[in-house]
């Protein structure tokens, strides 16, 4: 089996990729999936995030109040680790469940931030990198979620950038265009790779 990491910055393409992979036979263990399950309602974080910042971050239906949490991991940079800390060994554990369960030839680990980890890299045969232009990415991420780009780019400051991705790649799919018959062949090559 290949463990193989994908990963991309927002807007990139990342998760239509692994969805196009997962019709072509992979099992994609989506790490931003499994994040939000733990800070759903009744979610394995959820207790420990009350506990650590407070009533004021649940909200009205018991889960994560996602807005007022990002506020403050934008003006407040231990926030964001002290929530790190929570949510990360929680999807960690959940996605080594996942992968032991696989019995695809490939097994997709769909990981945004694993350009920023210091173990993923290590536990994954292959990393792919989904690649775009930043114009690209504010352009769509404006389209589809009617952010501004003043809002998309303060999300991309956040994330490692395009070199420091790169950097880790073993392979890079460089999808800039919205041509989604091109995006299938590249998949299609990438099973092929793969045995799937």
């Not at 650590?52 to 018991?62: A, E, Q, S, T, V």
């Not at 352009?139 to 303060?154: D, E, I, L, M, N």
Request: glycine share 8%; charged share 25%; proline share 4%.
């Amino acid at each position: 089996m290949v463990r193989l990491g994908l990963t991309g910055g927002i807007g990139s393409g990342k998760s239509t990729l692994a969805g196009l992979l997962a019709r072509r036979g992979a099992v994609v263990i989506d790490a931003d999936a499994i994040s939000r399950a733990t800070t759903a309602a009744g979610g394995a974080a959820m207790t420990a995030i009350r506990e650590r910042f407070g009533p004021d971050m649940i909200g009205p239906d018991g889960a994560l109040a996602r807005d007022r949490m990002r506020e403050l991991v934008f003006a407040e940079p231990g926030a964001r680790q002290a929530l790190e800390n929570i949510i990360h060994p929680l999807v960690a554990a959940e996605m080594a469940r996942q992968a032991d369960a696989s019995r695809s030839a490939c097994t997709v680990f769909d990981i945004p931030l694993l350009a920023e980890s210091r173990h993923w890299p290590a536990r994954l045969d292959r990393v792919l990198v989904v690649d775009c232009t930043a114009a690209t990415q504010v352009r769509r991420v404006c389209a589809r979620s009617g952010w501004t780009p003043a809002a998309v780019a303060s999300v991309m400051q956040q994330q490692a950038s395009r070199e420091q991705r790169l950097a880790v790649a073993d392979l890079v799919v460089f999808n800039d265009t919205d041509d989604m018959v091109a995006l299938g062949r590249m998949a299609d090559d990438l099973a092929d790779r793969f045995g799937l």
